[in-house]
Each structure stands twice: as C-alpha cells, then as structure tokens.
C-alpha cells in the first residue's frame, strides 16, 4: 500500500460525530415542507428516539472511558472528553432544531389540519371539568407520589420515563419538600378530548391535578424531567454458565442499576429542583439538556398512528416477485422455482410474506425436508417465521434455531422466542463465545430424487416481517451447492466444535470477511479503469477506509453508498480524489450491503450482513455470498445505479466531513423509482 500523504486534517472523521450527522438528515426530512405533514411528525418521532439510543449506548460508553482516565482511543486522535463536548455542542443545535420544527411549523400544520396540541391553560371550563373526572378514573389511582425527606430517600428513576418533579409547602410548618410523581407509561402520552381532534399532553393534566396527590399542601411548583441511562451492559459470556440466564441478569442490571448519561428538563426549571435532580443523580451540568418544548418526542408517534391517510404518502403494497407467484391461488413451490435458478428478493419492493415468509412455511410443510437451520438476530413480537420453525420441528423435522440473545434491545423477545422454540422440540443455541451473530442465513435440507439437496438463504435484514415493510433489504435464495456446502460447514461452526476456516464461496466473519475484501480493493487498483461501488450503512474499520485510499491514489473510481457513519473523508487531494460517499435518506430505511467491485462486464457482486466496521469484521459472526448470476447481478445494478442517479433524497459528504443536499435538478427519486420497477416486474410477470 502507498503512503498515505500529509493532510491538515486527520484522514479520518469521528464515528460518533458521523453519527450524529446522520441523525441531522433524518431530522432534515420533519423539516421539509414537500414531505407529507404525518411523515414528518414521524421523522422528529425518529431523530428523537435515534437520540435516545445514542445517549443509551454510545455516550454512555465514552463517559465510562473519560472517567477510567481513558486518553485518545479514536483513529483521528480524539479523547473521550474531546468527544463528548464536540457531542454536546452538536446535539445543543439539533435540539433546537427539533423544537423549532415542532412549535413554529409542524403544531400549527398539525392544527390547520385539524389536529391540535393544546395546553391546560387552553382548555374551556368544561374541558377542564371533562379531563379532572379522567384524572379521578383512570390516573389517580396509578399514580405514586414519592417524597423526598429524611424517611424517604431519593426514588430510582427508571431510564428513559417522564417525570414531574414537584416542590410543595406544608403551611402549617412552612416546611418544603421535594417529591417525584412518574407520567404512567402504560396511559396515552397525549389525551384526546372527544370529538374535537384535540389532545393534551398527560403530564399537563398531572400537573394541574396535583393538588388531589398532596392534599393540604401548597404546590409551589413543578416542572418535567426525564433521565436516559447507559443500556450497554457488559456480558462476559466465556464466564456465563448458562447464557441465557446471563443476559437475563444483564436486563435487570440494565434496568435497576445502570448509570445515568443525560438529564432533559423543560427550560423553565427553578434551580432549586435542578440542583436538587443534579445532586441526586450525581450528573454535572453539561450532561443536562434544556428543552423549550415538549420532552420525550418520540411519543409523537401517536399522532402518525392516527386514521389520516390524507397526511401520509401513499401507503406501498410490496410486489409478489413473478417467479413465486403461482396460479393465483396457491404459491409457486418455492424448491422448483430455484432447481430453475437464484432468486433475488429486494425488500420492501417485493413482498417479504410471499417469498422469505413462504419459503420457510413451505418447508415446514414439506413431507420431503429432513432438516430447517436458521439464524434469528431479530424477529417481530407474532412472528410467522418462528411459528413455521415451531411447526417443522412438531412434524419430527430437524430444526436448529441460533437466537442471538444479545441483539441489543431484543434480549427480551429473544428469550421469549428461544424458550417457546425449546418447548416445541427445537435444538436453540446461542452461537460462539465472544463472538455476537449477526449473519442472515438460512439452510433447508430436502431428500430428492438424486439424493440430498440443499436450499439456502442470505441475506442483509433480519427475518422480521415487521421491518421488512420499512427496511430496504436484498436476499438471494439459491439452491447452489457449494453455498449449501458452505451454509453447512457455518451452522456447524456455529451449533458445535469447529475451526471451520475455509469456505468454498461464503465470505465470513471474523475469518474469511476481511482479507478477501481487502484482496478485491487491492485487486482494482492494478486494472485499468478500476471501479469499486459499495453500499453499506456504516463505514468506520480504518484499515479498510486505509485501503480505499490507496485504491484511490492508483486511479480507481470509487463510489460509496453509506446511510449512516461514514469515517472517510472522500475528495481530498493526493489521499481520496477518485471517492465520492453519498447518503439516501427517505421514507424506507437503506440498510442492504451491496458490493461490486470492477466495470459490469467483469464485475464481482457480493451481498450480506456486514458493514465496514471492527465490530463485524472483528467481533461478530457474519456471512457475504458472491451474486453469480448474470440476471441478478443486472438487478444489483439496477438498486446501485438508481441510488447514485438519485437527486430527491441524496446527500453528499465533502473532504471537510460536511453533509450537503444533492441540488434537486431532475427529481429522480430512487425508491419511488424502484417502487416503480417492481409494479412493471409484477404486471409483466418477470
């Protein structure tokens, strides 16, 4: 590899400032008066939630660093402590963007359209009346207010609730006390008043209420607060004699005993309940965020919920691909379809239920399958696919599912699926110590005339059908044999004792992944007319983003296609003049890996599971399958060139580590463009 020149800048960005860039783009689409009024409420409900994860996870993380005396720990040289005040400062400016959104454009559209927010102050006498006669039926009796005196120490504040902390005086004594009343969870964030298509937030009625709470009290003042805490728990596994019960623990440390990372008040709060919260937290002052609005805005999800077509874009039917179409009432045999050839599958645009779904069900069904492996990294809460699984392994099928318990914020569905598939006769295992599965495969093994034959599945979502309907995500089903083999010797790695290292076409994780990657960039740089595309959601691993450079340095053209974290900086003279990144930002989620690497005629094409990152190549389990066939890799194509076609929903990242908007100039949207390419594969039946 060439040397890398000298650059004023580190050659690398941030991974948590990318980040949050990434978060600024969705919160850029809830400004965009072009989107449809509900979408945008949905996009600020989004941005805040993507928020709180950040906090939860990657905050907490650097704050555990700065405390232990951690000193640079990034690529680019950056401390913790540089970290999180470089954080601060950004999310200041989101935050008052996302309050500004609301209050000065998305509540008063929301009003024109009938829908209004209105506060206590606003109501109508009888309004008043209807809404304390709720308060008496249905919130008083679960509310619990907490005090805060000798007798009562400080309460536990669980991540994430809503809260009001409230200062009252008994006039008898002219004593003050501190007390904690939690907005219930389990009640409607925001109460409509009937008939009228007006909502008051809950906590407002708490407030004015809370005179039936401290009867003979003054309230003196009230105001609302919310804590996020770090959910990143540690598990060591290789200690864990039972894993299943240590993630167990994990979730209960996770949700009594976890530190707090962020304190979010409204903008009024006296300094007297601000000391008081910051004391008793132990957090300092630059760890509180002050909102002008509304707290928690990723409850505005309610409103996108509402029965207002009128409000959304149109709602998209995903496309049944033609080859598994049938006769119209029953599903083509999914094993005949690929004895006749591979199968790509592009979701959301082609229908999840009608070949992911139906695949599995088929199998479970068939009297001539022996055997059904698959790994679940997420799944929905009513999930087709585990029922199937249940199914096959009632009717004396062998049926190996690999729950990855440690999907971070699905532990809990994941126990729940993996003692309900134990019960129905599946073998369950957890995967490989140390080692996070995140790969998206599946084996079935059928007896045929010819003897066994072997079916697969890869892919780069999780089998969810839930997601599937947001997440745009490629499959190959394929009947291959040497990816059969290769899926073999995988789920033996996975479910036994293996040192499985070589594998016929399969590219995995963390033995095979990185040096064959590594091999097809250097392999570009020594082809005239070297061209590389890769579409990925996250690019951060600094040995790869190394050797993008030095391809870039040997003349290859290079176009990257990252939704989120991009630690590149393309575009710098004598280091990443051949590299362009680009961002697609829209109503589905871009989450597939594409990579093609060399012009179309000779191209190599892989899909799979792993972004760019330490994590995947290093850290986890996953696996990327080469797309041979010359139709498929036409459709590959057709995905990657619409995407960099794109000027509606693209942005471009400069070698400052700038986002900009791509120019809108001909309006070509690239997924109402594939929208479009999967209803004419529909009707003409290819």
Sequence with gaps: MSALPEIMEPRFLNRELSWLEFNARVLTLAEDATQPLLD???????????????????????????DAGVGTATPEGATPGEQL?????????????????????????????????????????????????????????????????PAHPFPYISSLSLNLAAVVRDPMTGGRRFARVKVPPLLP????????????PLEQVIAANLGELFPGMEIIGQHVFRITRDADVELEEDEAEDLLEA????????????TPVRLEVDSTITEEI???????????????????????????????????????????????????????????DVFDVLRGGDLLVHHPYDSFGASMVSFIEQAARDPHVLAIKQTLYRT?????????????????????ALVELTARFDEQANITWARALEQAGVHVVYGVVGLKTHAKVCLVVRREEGGVRRYCHIGTGNYNPSTARLYEDVGLLTADRQLGSDLTDLFNLLTGYSRQREYGKLLVAPVSLRPRLEELIREQTGLPGGRIVLKMNS????????????????????????????????????????????????????HSRIFRFGTREGARYFIGSADLMPRNLDRRVEAVAPVDDPALRARLDQILEASLADDVLAWELDAVGEWHKVVTERGFDAQERLMSLATERGRAGR
């Design 40 to 66: 945008r409420v949905k996009f600020l409900a989004i941005y805040a939630q993507n928020l709180d994860e950040f906090f939860q996870i990657r905050v907490a993380g650097l704050q555990e660093q700065r």
């Design 247 to 258: 993630v167990e623990t994990v979730l209960r440390r996770r949700r009594r005993g976890a």
């Design 85 to 149: 005040g470089a954080i601060r400062l950004r999310v200041e400016v989101l935050r008052e963007r996302a309050d500004r959104v609301l209050a000065a454009d998305l509540l008063p559209a929301l009003e024109k359209a009938d829908i209004r927010l209105v506060t206590w102050d606003q109501l109508a006498t009888d309004e008043r009346e209807h809404l304390a006669s709720e308060f008496q039926d249905r919130i008083f009796p679960v509310l619990t207010p907490l005090s805060v005196d």
């Design 539 to 590: 690019l951060v691993d600094p040995d790869l983003i190394d050797a993008l450079y030095a391809a870039s340095q040997a003349g290859v053209s290079i176009d990257l296609l990252i939704r989120g974290i991009c630690c590149l900086r393309p575009g710098v003279p004598g280091l990443s003049e051949e590299i362009r990144v680009r961002s697609l930002v829209g109503r589905f989620l871009e």
């Design 274 to 332: 601000l000391g008081l919260l910051l004391r008793e937290l132990e957090l300092d002052p630059d760890e509180v965020y002050a909102a002008a609005g509304l707290l928690d805005l990723g409850a505005l999800w309610s409103f996108v919920e509402l029965d207002r077509p009128d409000l959304k874009a149109a709602a998209w039917t995903p496309v049944t691909p033609p080859r598994l179409a049938g006769d119209g009432e029953h599903p083509a």
């Design 189 to 200: 964030r925001f109460l409509p008043l009937p008939g009228t298509g007006r909502f008051i």
């Design 380 to 400: 929905s809460a009513d999930s087709p696919i585990v029922r199937a699984l249940i199914r096959a392994a009632e009717a004396g099928k062998q049926v190996v």
